[in-house]
Every structure is written in structure tokens, then in C-alpha cells.
């Protein structure tokens, strides 16, 4: 794995190298390994590196690999080790190094994150702990709650319904594709398949709700609307290789009302939590 992060505020470099202290490790020789979800892991020679630069975004909390880049070693006799290095294997190698450090994991609003956490506790702000008051995220606390099992969100009831659309979106927004549904799992305590049964079993496509003629019931109506008989809490993009979709300008009120009620002040949600193509 990576042998170094640099953080600074927002931005991090993440370096996968082998120096000769790493080499030296094992006989024959330790060569740096960036792992490989799809194929062997790509084994760094010695003293060569790649160098990625991340970045969390400002505002919107997007999580970025802004470059990357192979430096070789001065042997010229190494230096096609990069060449099946991708895009995909970067952000996965990268992102997971930095996840496992707890490090450039994007989070909402901490508002959202307030209202989020009380619903998935079943607990209101003045019952929070005072660490998650100034965090909602405090992996320390949510990981001793995970542990008790008092850490997953119930998917009844329509508040419930709406902080799990628009976590989905907001993931689809500003995660790496591969991490959008352990993300999911992270805020809400629903592990992958849970959450992809979730998506499929409460959405309907925009071909569908466009040819019942519900497009403004799905982005200006105030009330609750049915499509053949079932609510329409979620609507996907018909090309299935489309990712997102749009959350009923309904469900995103209510939303936006129990988050407003609960911090005593007027709140909207962020246009990522709304929709998403991707």
C-alpha cells in the first residue's frame, strides 16, 4: 500500500513507492503492491512512485482525484510498470487507502447530518450525544453504536424514505462509483444489497412518470402522488446505464421540514441531494 499522505486542509497526496527500507523487508525483495480489484496487483518498483493528488471540493464535498502522476527510477530497465495503470484503479486504490485512514470522507451538511442521525438513532437533537452534536459523524461514537446494532435506519415511513434517497443522490454526486453504496452503508447502516433492493423497489422510471403525465406532480407538486396505485418516492433515469434520478419535490419538502423543526431553523436541502446524472 501507499508508504505516505500528505494532508493539507482539503487536499491530500496520497505517494505509492517502494523505497529501499520497504525492499529490504523480505527476502527476494518487498515491491510496493496498488491492489487490483480485476487483474494481479501492479507492483511498484524500487524507488519509483506514483503520486496522486485528491481533493474534497468546495462547496459541494465532491470527492476528486485531481492527477496522478508515475515517477520511474533512474534504472531504465523498469519502466513499463505503469502502463496498466487506469483511471478506475487509481481512484479505487487511492480512496480505499484514505477510507481505511479515515481520511477524505465527504460529509453533508451538519445540519442534514443532525437530522440524518437522529432518524437513524430514533433519537431527537436535545437526546444526541454532545459529541455528535459537534459531529454527527463521530466514527468513534457510530461505530460503538454499529457494534450494539443501533445503527441502521428504518425504511418505513416517508421521512425515513426521503434521508435515503437523498443520501443515494448526494453519494451518486460526490463518490467514486465504487463507493457509493459502501457510503450509503456508512450514513445509514444499510449494507449494499439492502440498499440496491431499496432503489428498485421504490422508483420508477422518468419514461414512466413522462408518459402518465406526472412530470409536474414530480418537480413542483406539494402533495403526495401515486403511480398505478403506488407512491412515487423516487424516479430513475430510464437509460439503465444512467445513474440518479430526481427526488419528488414532495418527499424533498418533507424533508426539509422535519430538518427545519428539529435545528429550530429554516432549511434547504443542497442540489445533490435532489438529483443526480451521472
Known amino acids: 500500500m501507499p508508504t505516505s499522505v500528505k494532508v493539507s486542509g482539503n487536499q491530500y497526496q496520497v505517494t505509492f513507492s ?11 525483495g518487498y515491491l510496493t ?8 496487483d501492479i507492483l511498484v518498483p524500487l524507488e519509483a512512485s506514483l503520486i496522486v493528488d485528491v481533493e474534497i471540493e468546495r462547496p459541494s464535498n465532491r470527492l476528486f482525484i485531481k492527477s496522478w502522476t508515475v ?23 487511492t480512496t480505499r487507502y484514505l477510507w481505511e485512514r479515515g481520511l477524505a470522507i465527504p460529509v453533508p451538511d451538519n445540519f442534514y447530518a443532525m437530522g440524518l442521525v437522529g432518524i437513524v438513532i430514533d433519537d431527537d437533537i436535545n437526546k444526541i450525544s454532545s459529541k455528535l452534536k459537534k459531529n454527527p459523524f463521530d466514527s468513534e461514537v457510530l461505530e460503538s ?28 454526486n460526490n463518490i467514486p462509483l465504487g463507493f457509493q453504496l459502501e457510503y450509503c452503508e ?3 447502516g444499510l449494507k449494499a444489497n439492502e440498499m440496491s433492493n431499496f432503489i428498485s423497489r421504490y422508483s420508477f422510471t422518468f419514461e414512466e412518470i413522462s408518459k402518465a403525465n406526472l412530470t409536474g406532480n414530480l418537480f413542483n407538486g406539494k402533495e403526495k402522488f401515486d403511480y398505478e396505485g403506488k407512491p412515487v418516492y423516487f424516479v430513475k433515469h430510464s437509460d439503465e446505464k444512467v445513474q440518479g434520478g430526481y427526488l419528488p419535490k414532495w418527499l424533498s419538502t418533507q424533508v426539509e421540514d422535519y430538518i ?6 429554516p432549511y434547504k436541502l443542497q442540489p445533490e441531494m435532489t438529483g443526480a446524472t451521472v
Open 18 to 28: 517502494t523505497d529501499i527500507k520497504d525492499y529490504n523487508r523480505e527476502d527476494g
Open 33 to 40: 503492491p496498488i491492489p487490483v480489484l480485476r487483474g494481479k
Open 71 to 93: 515517477k520511474h527510477n533512474t534504472n531504465g530497465l523498469e519502466d513499463r510498470w505503469g502502463d496498466r495503470l487506469t483511471n478506475e484503479i487509481v481512484v479505487n486504490a
Open 145 to 172: 453504536l454499529r457494534e450494539e446494532g443501533k445503527y441502521k435506519i428504518s425504511t418505513a415511513g416517508d421521512i425515513n424514505k426521503g434521508f435515503i434517497i437523498t443520501t443515494y443522490l448526494w453519494a451518486v
Open 186 to 188: 456508512r450514513l445509514l
Open 260 to 265: 427545519s423543526d428539529m435545528v429550530q431553523t
